[in-house]
């Protein structure tokens, strides 16, 4: 068995050797999986807390409003991530093409997944802007995206979760043989989106106040919400024998 000296490094498992021509390690691609499930990890704490202030919006609107900016940096770090491995994947990338693209109903369902969230974010963060007198069409276009929405994105988290989970758990291992490079790099840009988002939700919140005042009338669970929940546990229920890759 070889040993090794005092000035060989150990990669982590799977992550050594280098891709020829490009010179691009598999290493850089585990960070990349790496970013895209911490920004994922983020994303999903945050749209399980939106999904609850929805359910309450009398009490808890200023919450939903907040966390709704709030969420819009990490989902810039997870698009950004995606992009990258798609553009590195379809570039021929050797360390992409070899790790292979996602099961091929992720990605039919991947264009209008991204579409939906943009229009859920952008209409919601619209919203906040205008305030409840001039809202026009961007209420009815927040309803409709949630509605279609919601199941997209209950089977992209069953898709996705577990292999999430862990590969974050991986990165903060004590041992380094599960670490990727890059760790902190990783953690400091979901921090630091995260500070840029709160402080733009801070900016945007006195706009919020109209909304404050227009949810005192009255609100019941919004139905796009019922409807959208209903059809991502039977979209579930339908997609739960697949086997994800």
């Given amino acids: 068995m070889k040993s090794l000296d005092n000035n060989e490094s150990v990669l982590p498992s799977g992550l050594t050797g280098m891709d020829g021509e490009n010179g691009e390690s598999r290493s850089g691609v585990v960070g990349n999986e790496r970013l895209t499930a911490l920004a994922g990890a983020v ?32 989902l810039v770090v997870k698009l950004g991530s995606t992009s990258y491995r798609f553009l590195r994947y379809y570039t021929r990338a050797p360390a ?112 919020a106040t109209p909304w404050l005042v227009w949810i005192q009338r009255g609100q019941d669970i919004p139905a796009p919400l019922v409807v959208g929940l209903v059809l991502a546990i039977v979209v579930l229920l339908v997609a739960r024998p697949l086997r994800w890759r």
């Fill in 43 to 74: 994303l999903l704490v945050l749209i399980l807390v939106e999904l609850v202030s929805t359910a309450n919006l009398h009490a808890l609107l200023p919450i939903h409003i907040f966390v709704g900016v709030l969420l819009a940096g990490p």
């Fill in 96 to 207: 992409y093409v070899r790790g292979g693209p996602p099961h091929l109903p992720l990605r039919v369902l991947a264009p209008l997944l991204l579409v939906t969230t943009l229009a859920v974010v952008g209409s919601g963060i619209g919203l906040v802007v205008t305030g409840p007198a001039q809202s026009g069409l961007l209420r009815p276009l927040h309803s409709l995206s949630v509605l279609i929405w919601l199941p997209l994105i209950a089977i992209h988290v069953g898709a996705y979760l577990w292999r999430t989970l862990r590969w974050v758990a991986d990165d903060w291992r004590k041992h380094p043989a599960e670490q990727a490079p890059g760790r902190g790099l990783r953690l400091g840009m979901n921090l630091g989106v995260l500070l840029a988002g709160g402080v733009a939700a801070l900016l945007l919140f006195p706009g």
